[in-house]
């Protein structure tokens, strides 16, 4: 058994909720409604700009391959009508609970200022330890690369060998997903997760393969992506896909010097018994 030959894996359109939560950010809290915030996350619709992005990327995604031997979305709402959107030829989409959203638990649709007045402590983890941070009642990164996303690779490497394959999912998912399969070490996430070269945004496309994208040979392994995702030309106010280059990654391997190196980075906290 092997995992698929290509792997496709779509973040969903700008949703209504992404708006609510783009207006807190920057200090308008007038959309958290008493009927907004009782909202089911999994009940949240595309806007009409979420829609353009998802035509965008199914045009492009067809641009690369007319069809898939399977079809994956997460059962939410705003995911299903982003697969819906892409249009994309004969399509049998599978529902899979194990791709939906992380779970953001009791911190679901409040504001940030409610967030740290009502839970201090949890949001001063946030700040400093977003892989393993949890929010209260809900999974952290690190739970959903552990729970699902293995979950969902051990799926692909039974049923889906040498296959290609699409699926819609959530941005965090994403991260989980590519935390695993590119087996990141924690620092290396760390500094993906506070860059805005790695951001995941609607409608971005992970593209994973097994193929050598220079010389068309396969690996045993996943070793190559590709990040496609769509922007708005604001001459043309049309939506367009920016592609990046291929990237190849590899299983790391550490020395006993190595993991001293790692050590040494950081600066012990208690400094009167360093050395003790």
């Known amino acids: ?51 353009k992005q998802a035509d965008c990327i199914g045009r492009w995604l067809v641009s690369q391959q007319q069809l898939f031997d399977r079809y994956m979305v997460s059962p939410y709402v705003r995911t299903r009508e982003t697969a819906a959107t892409m249009a994309l030829p004969k399509a049998k989409w599978e529902e899979n609970r194990v791709l939906r959203e992380r779970s953001w638990g009791e911190i679901n649709t409040i504001t940030k200022d409610e967030f740290k007045t009502n839970y201090a402590r949890n949001w001063n983890f946030k700040n400093t330890d977003p892989l393993y941070w949890r929010p209260p009642a809900g999974e952290s990164i690190a739970d959903v690369a552990e729970d699902r996303v293995h979950n969902i690779l051990t799926s ?12 819609v999912t959530h941005g965090d998912f994403m991260l989980a997903l590519m935390l695993t399969i590119e087996d990141l070490a924690d620092e290396e996430f760390l500094h993906r997760a506070d860059s805005d070269d790695w951001k995941i945004t609607n409608c971005t496309c992970l593209h994973y393969t097994r193929r050598d ?21 604001e001459t043309t106010g049309r939506w367009e896909v920016k592609v990046e280059p291929w990237r190849e990654f590899k299983r790391p391997y ?23």
């Open 156 to 167: 692909l490497s039974r049923k889906s060998d040498s296959e290609s394959v699409v699926m």
């Open 213 to 233: 994208p220079e010389t068309g040979r396969t690996s045993k392994r996943v070793r190559w992506e590709q990040t496609a995702r769509p922007v708005l030309d």
């Open 1 to 51: 058994m092997s995992m698929p030959l290509d792997l496709y894996v779509i973040r969903h359109g700008e949703s209504e909720a992404n708006v609510i939560v783009q207006a807190g950010e920057q200090g308008d809290n007038s959309l958290y409604t008493q009927d907004n915030v009782t909202v089911p996350d999994r009940s949240w619709r595309l806007t009409a700009t979420g829609r």
């Open 254 to 276: 550490l020395s006993n010097g190595d993991l001293v190196d790692v050590v040494q980075a950081v600066d012990p906290h208690l400094l009167e018994y360093y050395g003790k």
